[in-house]
Nanobody, 126 residues
Framework: QVQLVESGGGLVQAGGSLRLSCVAFGRTFSMNPMAWFRQAPGKEREFVGGIGGSTSYSDSVKGRFTISRDNAKNTVYLQMNSLKPEDTGVYYC??????????????????????WGQGTQVTVSS
């Protein structure tokens, strides 16, 4: 059974940092683009950052968040620094269909990912 399990969420004050982890079980995702999305109450799920042949970030987190992966551990990370209250939401890890590692394109839409984790809550207080 293929499964993505996120961890690392929590409550943090504005300006603080958190590191989210996403571990994949059931198969290896080394050839797959991986991404983090988030969803705030009453809002649509939005792309935060992704990694494949390159990395890509939404404008709202660029310069503050860093996505990385350790294929030996089948794990993707999201380092979040200088957190703001507007970063609050449920953060989801996602995996897309395998692509060439030479392909720099990183998918940014939810429909481009077919395996999702259950999400981890991040709350940033002001």
């Amino acid at each position: 059974q293929v499964q993505l399990v996120e961890s690392g969420g929590g409550l943090v004050q504005a300006g603080g940092s958190l590191r989210l982890s996403c571990v994949a079980f059931g198969r290896t995702f080394s050839m797959n683009p991986m991404a983090w999305f988030r969803q705030a109450p009453g809002k649509e799920r939005e792309f935060v950052g992704g990694i494949g042949g390159s990395t890509s970030y939404s404008d709202s987190v660029k310069g503050r968040f860093t996505i990385s992966r350790d294929n030996a551990k089948n794990t993707v990370y999201l380092q979040m620094n200088s957190l703001k209250p507007e970063d609050t939401g449920v953060y989801y890890c996602a995996a897309g269909p395998a692509r060439s590692l030479w392909d720099p394109y990183v998918p940014v839409a939810t429909y481009q990912y077919d395996v999702w984790g259950q999400g981890t809550q991040v709350t940033v207080s002001s």
